[in-house]
């Protein structure tokens, strides 16, 4: 399966500031996904990214404060804009990809604490 | 609306004891099943996975039962051991969508 290398691992931020989390993949994946997990919850999804067009926002994210980059098949970026204490979340970057099915495959996460 | 509906949120199991952790779904378009794994601090690993033409997949000491008409499937972790303590995520997906269930924290004493 892929290999998924997120940065940072943790950071603690100050309100009002933004934070640019990268996923670089080690191979080329056509549907990339970013998840919030709130401490204690479960995974809720943020948005798909596609290369070569917009990302799809679920219900109760914007694009506004999750901007998010998809240059090619191997890596994206999610920004956290504006941020205060209730982002403090592990946000996890996601691929798909397809063997003899499909799969989703996870990197190791995000923590951020906002302070 | 919670597509995926997990039990318990918690259990606690005697090492060599049999976890039990049970999931409910609601859309039949789901064909994938997966379940994870997450320790603190890392992210969510796939530990094993069903279609819904089968009714059992058994990996090891990691089995999945899964029942297509009740729309509900379940892990069984078999001789549970301190390190299986994480919290497991059953999910439910059809392609560009996984949903996840709730979670469950298992401690499995020594």
């Known amino acids: 399966s892929a290999v998924i290398s997120q940065k940072p691992s943790r950071d603690i931020c100050q309100r009002g500031t933004s934070l640019t989390i990268q996923c670089q993949v080690d191979s080329q994946v056509t549907m990339m996904f970013w998840y919030r997990q709130q401490p204690g919850q479960s995974l809720t999804l943020i948005a798909t990214a596609n290369q070569g067009s917009e990302a799809t926002y679920e219900s109760g994210f914007v694009i506004d404060k999750f901007p998010i980059s998809r240059p090619n098949l191997t890596f994206s970026t999610l920004t956290v804009s504006n941020m205060s204490p209730e982002d403090s979340s592990i946000y996890l970057c996601?691929?798909?990809?397809?063997?003899?099915?499909?799969?989703?495959?996870f990197g190791s996460g995000t923590r951020l604490t906002v302070v | 609306q919670q597509q995926v509906k997990q039990s318990p949120q918690s259990l606690i199991v005697q090492k060599g004891g049999i976890s039990i952790i049970n999931c409910a779904y609601e859309n039949t378009a789901f064909d994938y099943f997966p379940w994870y794994q997450q320790f603190p601090g890392k992210g969510p690993a796939l530990l094993i996975a069903i279609r819904p033409d089968v009714s059992e997949k058994k990996e090891g000491r990691f089995t999945i039962s899964f029942n297509k008409s009740a729309k509900q499937f379940s892990l069984h972790i078999m001789d549970s051991q301190p390190g299986d303590s994480a919290t497991y995520f059953c999910?439910?997906?059809?392609?560009?969508?996984?949903?996840f269930g709730s979670g469950t924290q298992l401690t499995v004493l020594p």
């Open positions: 999910a439910a997906s059809k392609p560009r969508q996984l949903t």
């Open positions: 996601s691929v798909e990809e397809y063997n003899s099915f499909y799969g989703y495959t």
